[in-house]
């Protein structure tokens, strides 16, 4: 059998071992992953990894936990094709690929002593939740927090024990809707949009960051304009099929802008005339 070399360099693969598995909805499994030796990703909130499993491929992958963690990070993965559904059948201690982390992810400093409203649909809150996460632990460094969640149904609602303690925290407005109601779902139903205008912000010292499907950020955004949020402070995540991560195969090329390495966070003031990006 052939030895597999894994390079350890800037864009070199390193060795990764899965520490943690916990079975999130019937699709989704949220990874724990260790770099050999102890080494620290060092990402920011919004920024990808290349995450390769031996023998099926490599796939982008956002990260989901907060730099702020110790020691490890998270991934949340959806098994929609060869390499994801791989990887879930992947078990504790087996080994894994990590490239990067690739990208411009949210610009914490820029956050920082700002009001937030962050808005996740679907996936969406995979990314979001490392950008929750950071500043849960960076409490005192932000102003007011609003999270609003939406997803296809109850059953496809991913951190349900995070969520609850969301909904306990006093400094945070959180509020979620679902497109499909179960017989046991009390919350409210319809699209995500639907919740924007009923969130009391001050736009002039309100950032928003956006993740989601692309269906959903012409309406957010416009929603977002109606309330005079200003179009530098909305920040979007956009999503492409990044092959390399390096800028250098052109997979993820929008224009003059490569999403692996100019995003995938963007500034919608920079990209609103890019009819490709939306």
Known sequence: MEKIILKDSAYGIKKGTILGIQEMTENEKLFEIALEGGQKLDHEPGQFVMVSVFGAGEIPISV???PTNNGSFEICVRAAGKVTNALHKLEIGDMIGIRGPYGKGFPIRILERNDLLIIACGLGIAPLRSLIRYVFDNRK???NVHILYGCRSP???LFLDEIKEWKKQKDVY???IVDQATPDWTGKVGIITTLIPGVRIDP??????LVG??????????ELLSMNVPESQILISLERH???GVGMCGHCQIQNLYCCQDGPVFNYEAIKHLKEAF
């Open 242 to 244: 990044m092959k390399c």
């Open 213 to 222: 499907p692309p269906a959903m950020y012409k309406p957010a955004i416009q």
């Open 155 to 157: 059953d496809n609602m």
């Open 141 to 143: 460094d932000f102003g």
């Open 174 to 176: 959180f509020e979620c």
């Open 204 to 209: 002039e010292r309100t950032f928003t960051a």
């Open 64 to 66: 989901s936990s907060s």
